[in-house]
T-cell receptor
Framework: DGGITQSPKYLFRKEGQNVTLSCEQN?????MYWYRQDPGQGLRLIYY???????QKGDIAEGYSVSREKKESFPLTVTSAQKNPTAFYLC?????????????FGQGTRLTVV | DAKTTQPNSMESNEEEPVHLPCNHS???????IHWYRQLPSQGPEYVIH???SNVNNRMASLAIAEDRKSSTLILHRATLRDAAVYYC?????????????FGKGTHLIIQP
């Protein structure tokens, strides 16, 4: 089945450690996105990419890094510089082109830093 | 980026229609109006989108004001499974990568 997969669903890390969240899509979408969601809040954009080897900062990029070495993969690294990393992280992908059709989201990774 | 404004929450009864409003007074001529919904502990899912004309699909209807400064998502017969946060966003139809910016959305509560 075509779709977008995030792994793992739950992740626990000790404070001060970097952690990488996986996002893979087999929809042949050009654009991919990472969001952070805190309890009771909306989605805040961290990074997005429209093409391999290119990405742009979103509203809250500090303390995060990404790479886009392959079209289907857009991993997010939460670095030790991120002051409050515990959150629900969502990845999305979307085709590009006229009308900008629907975006597809993964099921999310819930990161807890202790 | 053009912004949208939605009520924080709305409540409705099961099996009744629900009208979810969205204001987007700074919408540009190339912006499409998209709606997504997010069930608890899940990623958002696409509901519907439109440009100028009203749109219908199996999930909902989208009514767009003539001046395009507001729109309304219509759930014709709400069920308990429709309880979710509904997001109204604008996407530029010219095809470039945009930030796909979400606001806080409307938390829809369905009473049995």
């Amino acid at each position: 089945d075509g779709g977008i997969t995030q792994s793992p669903k739950y992740l626990f890390r000790k404070e001060g450690q970097n952690v990488t969240l996986s996002c893979e899509q087999n929809l042949n979408h050009d654009a991919m996105y990472w969001y952070r969601q805190d309890p009771g809040q909306g989605l805040r954009l961290i990074y997005y990419s429209q093409i391999v080897n290119d990405f742009q900062k979103g509203d809250i990029a500090e303390g995060y890094s990404v790479s886009r070495e392959k079209k289907e993969s857009f991993p997010l690294t939460v670095t030790s510089a991120q002051k409050n990393p515990t959150a629900f992280y969502l990845c999305a992908s979307s085709p590009l082109g006229p009308m900008n059709t629907e975006a597809f989201f993964g099921q999310g990774t819930r990161l807890t830093v202790v | 980026d053009a912004k949208t404004t939605q009520p924080n929450s709305m409540e409705s009864n099961e099996e009744e229609p629900v009208h979810l409003p969205c204001n987007h007074s700074t919408i540009s001529g190339t912006d499409y109006i998209h709606w997504y919904r997010q069930l608890p502990s899940q990623g958002p899912e696409y509901v519907i989108h439109g440009l100028t004309s009203n749109v219908n699909n199996r999930m909902a209807s989208l009514a767009i004001a003539e001046d395009r400064k507001s729109s309304t998502l219509i759930l014709h017969r709400a069920t308990l499974r429709d309880a979710a946060v509904y997001y109204c966003i604008l996407r530029d139809g010219r095809g470039g990568a945009d930030g796909l910016t979400f606001g806080k959305g409307t938390h829809l509560i369905i009473q049995p």
